[in-house]
């Protein structure tokens, strides 16, 4: 593994998903963007401009299991979704285990004074974050 390593991480949804960006070296992850998406499709380009603008070694993409580590439905589409990014541009893709990082990151967001009105707020960004960290907090 190289010394530091550049990491992008998605929350993958059917509206929405949300971006991070993380390093190895300082064991940091921040929320970036919120993406639209229509019925999970996103708009290709626009992740396509964040690869290029981030060139990460690795690209996460959140597994939202159920809380008995049995997959969800959902899951099929979040795999899909990893299966594109690694077929379109060619970049190394893990799965993370997502669970309860919406529920983390709505907390956060309230707690920082945010609305409850998440649709226009970063919540899927900051749960792209947690989904990161968890990642780097496996790594060590």
């Known amino acids: 593994m190289p010394v530091s390593q550049t990491l992008l991480a998605f929350d993958y949804g059917t509206r929405s998903i949300g971006v991070?960006?993380?390093?190895?070296a300082t064991g940091s992850a921040?929320?970036?963007?919120?993406?639209?998406?229509?019925d999970g499709i996103p708009n290709w380009d626009q992740i396509q401009q964040l690869l290029e603008e981030w060139?990460?070694?690795?690209?996460?993409?959140?597994?939202?299991?159920?809380?008995d580590g049995s997959e969800s439905?959902?899951?099929?589409?979040?795999?899909?979704?990893a299966n594109r990014i690694h077929g379109r541009f060619g970049?190394?893709?893990?799965?993370?285990?997502?669970?309860?990082s919406s529920f983390e990151a709505k907390e956060e967001h309230l707690a920082g004074g945010g609305s409850t009105h998440y649709r226009d707020d970063p919540v899927d960004a900051i749960a792209a974050r947690i989904i990161l960290?968890?990642?780097?907090?496996?790594?060590?």
């Open 20 to 24: 991070a960006v993380g390093q190895t």
């Open 30 to 38: 921040s929320a970036l963007t919120e993406l639209r998406a229509r």
């Open 55 to 67: 060139q990460p070694n690795l690209v996460l993409v959140g597994l939202p299991l159920n809380m």
């Open 73 to 81: 439905d959902f899951c099929k589409r979040a795999r899909k979704f």
């Open 91 to 100: 970049h190394a893709v893990e799965m993370v285990d997502e669970r309860l």
């Open 133 to 140: 960290e968890t990642w780097l907090g496996s790594e060590v």
